[in-house]
């Protein structure tokens, strides 16, 4: 089966500036899931969605970080302006269910979009 | 709140030796644990979960809650076993009536098997 697709793979923006990034999860999954990986930290969850609803966001920074994920499939995350402290890898990850322990809740991840910001 | 610690940021071994990667939670709650590992130009993926007891790669993981800890083991590495590898605690939390889970990753290792 096809994976978790994300793009773009790079990108390289000046601080200010705005950015989106994509995800498309793996077809059937009702979760998706945004983290934000800083260099030498482990992914933190910035937003979770089950279908086109959110029902985690306590980590988004609401004033420059928006995600949508209309139709219930494909999202996006936005930044708007960026700062220099959003150079990060973005990851996307999507599972059948929002629950944990279950084999439905297994987090299958995208390959991520690495954000520069000078 | 939820936290993970993995105290050790980097850790060599030689083939053939054992290999133990230190994972300690925090959580108040019934613990739910895991470990994640991303291989050099691979996409981050599920090793292992403490529900499962289960053995992959040769690598097993016990949950101790007394201790709080989750550590991965293996009795002998292989070089194919040098990655980033993550301990991760998944934890319920609930919004609008719905239960769903929420994990927090520790800040990883790196293992580096040396031939």
């Known amino acids: 089966e096809a994976g978790v697709a994300q793009s773009p793979r790079y990108k390289i923006i000046e601080k200010r500036q705005s950015v989106a990034f994509w995800c498309n999860p793996i077809?059937?999954?009702?979760?998706l899931y945004w983290y934000q990986q800083i260099l030498g930290q482990g992914p933190k969850l910035l937003i979770q969605?089950?279908?086109?609803?959110?029902?985690?966001d306590s980590q988004l920074p609401k004033d420059r970080f928006s995600a949508e994920r209309l139709k219930g499939v494909d999202s996006t995350l936005k930044i708007q302006p960026a700062k220099l402290e959003d150079s990060a890898v973005y990851l996307c990850?999507?599972?059948?269910?929002?629950?944990?322990?279950?084999?439905?809740?297994?987090?299958?991840f995208g390959p991520g979009t690495r954000l520069t910001v000078l | 709140a939820q936290r993970v610690t993995q105290p050790e940021k980097l850790l060599s071994v030689f083939k053939g030796a054992p290999v133990e990667l230190k994972c300690n939670y925090s959580?108040?709650?019934?613990?739910?644990l895991f470990w994640y590992v991303q291989y050099s130009r691979q996409r981050l993926q599920l090793l292992l979960r403490?529900?499962s007891r289960e053995s992959i790669k040769g690598f097993t993981a016990d949950l101790n809650k007394g201790e709080t800890s989750f550590h991965l083991k293996k009795p002998f590495a292989q070089e194919e076993d040098s990655a980033m590898y993550y301990c991760?605690?998944?934890?319920?939390?609930?919004?609008?009536?719905?239960?769903?889970?929420?994990?927090?990753f520790g800040q990883g290792t790196i293992l580096t098997v040396h031939p």
């Open positions: 969605f089950q279908n086109n609803g959110v029902v985690d």
């Open positions: 991760a605690l998944g934890g319920s939390a609930n919004a609008g009536g719905t239960s769903y889970g929420k994990l927090t």
């Open positions: 959580y108040s709650g019934s613990p739910e």
């Open positions: 403490h529900i």
């Open positions: 077809s059937g999954h009702a979760t």
């Open positions: 990850a999507s599972s059948l269910y929002p629950v944990i322990a279950g084999p439905g809740g297994k987090q299958f």
